[in-house]
């Protein structure tokens, strides 16, 4: 039996389907979780999706933060079960405080919709596990505010404790910086997405959901949605996941092309 | 009439912290020069939330506005906020008072 993990669906989501389809190519059994239900259905991973939720009025995601459904969410990260948020979601468990740091309006002010790479960072967290080797991955953003923004001190401890697990790339492979071609919205760093201290907790701005067969245009997400697949059924079955403790330093350094 | 038959008028002005980039504030400083003005620097966007709160006194209506205003009108990470406060609300524009 395939392991089940669960899709939070926001009045406003709009990515719940691809979410699904991502989930199963990735082997695992989509379960769809209501907002205003605090009963998660006994799933062992959770993927909170993309879209607009609640509007995103007053800012992206914060109206979604005190919905019923998130103070489960918030139950489940704190037990150690693997939370992944992609572009609203990761707005979602950012303005939640699950995930470091805060998405700002796009430098170039407009919504962004395209192609960007991605260098994935510590290739043995529960989100990354399943990538393989340290490659650019190639996937869509289409989001308005992801300019990745935390103050300098966050920043370094966050590189420090192996929270960075991925960044823009530019087309000659170094890591975007925020004025470079290949970040999109300003991001400080060239972060794309991180994950929280315990690092059973990660949000991205791309769409690896949009990009896990070649009939999409790209499979390079599978890699990360299988991770989740497979984390969620590692914490099912011995209620723990490897790699939940941040990787140290040497670890990126080793990673370096 | 209940004992919260008073309310009191606020508002909440939210701004993005100094040393963020607002790049709505670049926007509107790149468009003055279309409008033939110059001179103008510094300029910084945010929102101004205006609310009517129903309390026994001013000082608990305050209280439940600095509490939405931190918890879910500002993000500490990245705006900070005022509170202004507008003096006593006609009861006629209080909704849920019972009246």
Known sequence: MSVRVGIVLFPGSNRDIDAVNALRVGGAEPEILWHESVDLAGVAGILIPGGFAYGDYLRAGVIARFS?????????????????????????????????????????????????????????????????????????????????????????????????????????????????????????????????????????????????????????????????????????????????RPAPQAAIAGGAA | MSELARAYRFAVNVTPKPGILDPQGKAVERSLPHLGIAGVSGVRVGRRVEMSVAATDEAAAREIVDRLAGDLLSNPLMERFEVEALGEAEASAVTGLGG
């Open chain 1, 68 to 244: 019923p459904v998130m103070r489960a969410v918030a139950d489940f990260a704190e037990r150690g079960g693997p939370v992944l948020g992609i572009c609203n979601g990761f707005q979602v468990l950012a303005e939640a405080r699950l995930v470091p740091g805060a998405l700002l309006r796009n430098r170039g002010l407009r919504f962004v919709c395209r192609q960007v790479t991605l260098l994935p960072e510590h290739l043995d967290s529960p989100f990354t596990r399943e990538i393989g080797e340290r490659r650019p991955l190639r996937m869509p953003i289409a989001h308005g505010e992801g300019c990745y923004y935390a103050d300098e001190a966050t920043l370094d401890e966050l590189e420090r404790d192996g929270g960075v697990l991925w960044r823009y790339a530019n087309p000659d492979g170094s890591v975007a910086g925020p004025d470079d071609p290949g970040n999109p919205n300003g991001s400080l760093r060239g972060i794309a997405g991180v994950r929280n201290a315990a690092g059973n907790v990660a949000g991205l701005m791309p769409h690896p959901e949009t990009a896990v067969e070649a009939i999409l245009g790209s499979d390079d997400g599978l890699g990360i949605i299988r991770s989740l697949v497979v984390s969620a059924a590692e914490w099912q079955q011995t209620g723990q996941i490897t790699g939940t």
